[in-house]
């Protein structure tokens, strides 16, 4: 697996992303979205995994846990012809949760009931549906 920061050579897929998928969305709270902050995110805090996958995280610290938990924030392709497999995007949560000392990941809060598809790469990955996003375990 393959992960790098992104870098400017990146920001045109980005966009060209963006557009596709936020400018037009039918979702009626869609337009609530800032562009200039969520382009800031994904172009100054994001990973480029295996030269496909834009992911953005952050390190969490839930009042209920008393370690932090890493989120996914956000997992575009980017790279439509690249070569990487969603995997990849799930070993790298993995390899950075155990890096930072978290006690679980949680993922796909917005897509996590409506595509079956994700379903199953998700729990397949060690994760479980729970409410509106998969959570796996770190111990």
């Not at 575009?76 to 950075?96: A, M």
């Not at 155990?98 to 790469?121: D, H, I, P, T």
């Not at 397949?124 to 375990?137: A, D, E, M, R």
């Amino acid at each position: 697996m393959e992960v790098r920061l992104v870098q400017s050579k990146d920001w045109e897929a980005i966009e060209e992303v963006y557009e596709l998928g936020f400018a037009n969305h039918p979702k009626d709270w869609f337009h609530l979205i800032d562009k200039d902050a969520a382009m800031n995110v994904l172009k100054n805090m994001s990973f480029i995994i295996d030269e496909t996958y834009l992911v953005v995280i952050s390190e969490e610290q839930p009042w209920y846990f008393n370690k932090p938990v890493l989120v996914e924030q956000i997992i575009l392709k980017i790279y439509r012809k690249g070569k990487g497999k969603f995997q990849s995007v799930l070993d790298f949560l993995n390899q950075e949760a155990k890096s930072r000392n978290c006690v679980a990941v949680f993922a796909g809060s917005m897509l996590a009931e409506q595509y079956k598809a994700m379903n199953s790469l998700y729990t397949k990955g060690g994760y479980q549906l729970s409410g509106n996003q998969f959570i796996k375990t770190m111990e």
